[in-house]
């Protein structure tokens, strides 16, 4: 007989005569249910060690990610970095960092993107080709329409516009 068989036959009542056979009448007996190690057998003389196991592992879990985070939210994991300086003077503005800021151009600003790309322009000498559009979260642009600057800032790719700078600082070059 098949296991299905089997199954369909032992949900049966007994007929007349016949003995109703268990499915599971060779795994029962005296002696075949053990208690599980660990569980109501002395367990509760290792309790004290798994605490202290996890108080330990929550504390090393806490200190690693304070050293990751560089020990204070001041500081960062690159090694001699630091913040650069902001500047602020009659003209000139912004923050000197030439790493990140590191392309640079002059000429007219003026208010105005092409096609949502830039909020202002930076009109130079050779044509609308050259026109570098800008946009900045450090600069106040609007300080400066209408003035001839020179700016440091950061390419950043664009659609429409054929140069997009974010600028990091400006520099005054005549009223």
Same mark, same amino acid.
């Given at each position: 007989?098949?296991?299905?068989?089997?199954?369909?036959?032992?949900?049966?009542?007994? #007929?007349?005569?016949? +003995?109703?056979?268990?499915?599971?009448?060779?795994?029962?007996?005296?002696?075949?249910?053990?208690?599980?190690?660990? @569980?109501? #057998?002395?367990?509760?003389?290792?309790?004290?060690?798994?605490?202290?196991? %996890?108080?330990?592992?929550? /504390?090393?879990? /806490?200190?690693?990610? %304070?050293? @990751?985070?560089?020990?204070?939210?001041?500081?960062?994991? /690159?090694?001699?970095?630091?913040?650069?300086?902001?500047?602020?003077?009659?003209?000139?503005?912004?923050?000197?960092?030439?790493?990140?800021?590191?392309? &640079?151009?002059?000429?007219?600003?003026?208010?105005?993107?092409?096609?949502?790309?830039?909020?202002?322009?930076? /009109?130079?000498?050779?044509?609308?080709?050259?026109?570098? %559009?800008?946009?900045? &979260?450090?600069?106040?642009?609007?300080? %400066?329409?209408?003035?001839?600057?020179?700016?440091?800032?950061?390419?950043?790719?664009?659609?429409?516009?054929?140069?997009?700078?974010?600028?990091?600082?400006?520099? @005054? @070059?005549? +009223?």
């Amino acid at each position: 007989m098949t296991q299905g068989a089997s199954r369909a036959a032992s949900s049966l009542p007994p #007929s007349h005569g016949q +003995e109703q056979k268990s499915v599971h009448s060779g795994l029962s007996g005296p002696g075949m249910v053990k208690p599980i190690g660990g @569980l109501g #057998s002395g367990s509760e003389k290792n309790t004290p060690i798994f605490l202290i196991v %996890y108080i330990l592992l929550i /504390v090393f879990g /806490v200190g690693t990610g %304070y050293f @990751l985070a560089g020990g204070s939210s001041g500081k960062t994991l /690159v090694p001699g970095s630091t913040k650069p300086a902001a500047i602020k003077t009659q003209t000139a503005e912004g923050i000197s960092d030439t790493q990140t800021f590191k392309d &640079s151009a002059d000429g007219t600003l003026e208010t105005g993107g092409i096609d949502g790309e830039g909020t202002h322009k930076l /009109v130079r000498e050779g044509g609308p080709s050259q026109t570098a %559009y800008l946009i900045s &979260s450090v600069v106040d642009l609007d300080s %400066y329409i209408g003035k001839k600057v020179k700016v440091w800032g950061q390419t950043i790719a664009a659609r429409k516009a054929p140069w997009l700078m974010d600028v990091g600082k400006i520099e @005054l @070059l005549q +009223e």
